[in-house]
């Protein structure tokens, strides 16, 4: 989870406005932005919006928009605003996420944040879901590098049933779905191989139900 503050005080004054580039990571969840507001102005009660203004497609806030009827004076209230990173989001590309923040008078301040998508710092495959599963289910990984990918399923008498992937695959978060439509309910075994870009290797399995 990546979290980050930023300190808005007498909810007129913004501060921190170095250029920095937070890393996100492809799939990641519960990433967090606090925005804190501190009522420091001569009125005893302030009433602030605080608004999702621009985000890339690739992620997805839980609420676009938070909504402070009263600060009292010398309170503070903190605006988090939860979001994930899709799975898919490319990795090396770079974006701006930035806030609106307007008081009850209609003035605004606006504050925005410089992120790059960086690729995942392990190979991990993650258990298929649904697991039970009848007649697909999704198979998750993410590799820290480029590589070659290679995806099988076998039986548990070790017989190959089916090559999902073979291929050259980018450094992130990816996704194949297995079709189990033509074959018999039972233990399945899915084996991910990836070999990196600098001859590393990377090797997982798990696994996985067929109930029809």
């Known amino acids: 989870m990546l979290l980050l503050k930023y300190f808005l005080f007498a909810v007129v004054c913004a501060v921190g406005y170095a250029q920095t580039v937070y890393e996100l990571v492809p799939g990641s969840k519960n990433n967090l932005f606090e925005l804190i507001l501190s009522n420091s102005t001569m009125k005893a009660v302030q009433s602030v919006n605080i608004a999702v203004q621009e985000a890339p497609e690739w992620i997805e806030f839980n609420d676009n928009e938070i909504y402070f009827e009263k600060i009292t004076k010398s309170d503070k209230q903190t605006a988090q605003f939860y979001f994930n990173v899709s799975g898919n989001a490319t990795v090396g590309e770079d974006a701006t996420i930035g806030f609106r923040i307007t ?3 209609g003035k605004n301040w606006f504050k925005s944040y410089n992120v790059k998508v960086t690729p995942p710092s392990v190979f991990e495959v993650f258990q298929n879901y649904p697991n039970p599963f009848n007649p697909s289910t999704t198979i998750k990984y993410s590799i820290p590098q480029d590589a070659l990918v290679t995806i099988k399923v076998f039986n548990v008498l070790g017989e190959e049933i089916s090559v999902l992937v073979n291929k050259e695959m980018k450094a992130g978060m990816h996704e194949e779905v297995f079709d189990a439509t033509n074959i018999s309910s039972g233990f399945y075994i899915y084996i991910v191989e990836a ?8 090797f997982d399995s798990k696994k996985m139900l067929l109930v029809k």
Request: aromatic share 10%; glycine share 10%; charged share 45%.
């Open 103 to 105: 008081d009850q008078t």
């Open 195 to 202: 070999k990196g870009i600098d001859e590393t290797k990377y």
